[in-house]
């Protein structure tokens, strides 16, 4: 997907979409995980 961008530094990563077609919207699930645990949260691109 070349619409689709992942960075990663040190302290965060970060993903960046730039929608080209109506099937990039929708709803996205981010989930971090760690040694303490893991956390998702989803999130709608409109």
């Given at each position: 997907?070349?619409?689709?961008?992942?960075?990663?530094?040190p302290?965060?990563?970060y993903l960046e979409v730039?929608?080209?077609s109506e099937n990039d919207?929708?709803?996205y699930n981010?989930?971090?995980?760690?040694r303490?645990?893991?956390?998702?949260?989803e999130f709608i691109l409109v």
């Open positions: 997907y070349s619409n689709i961008k992942i960075y990663n530094t302290s965060a990563s730039t929608p080209d919207f929708g709803n981010c989930t971090a995980v760690n303490i645990g893991q956390e998702s949260l």
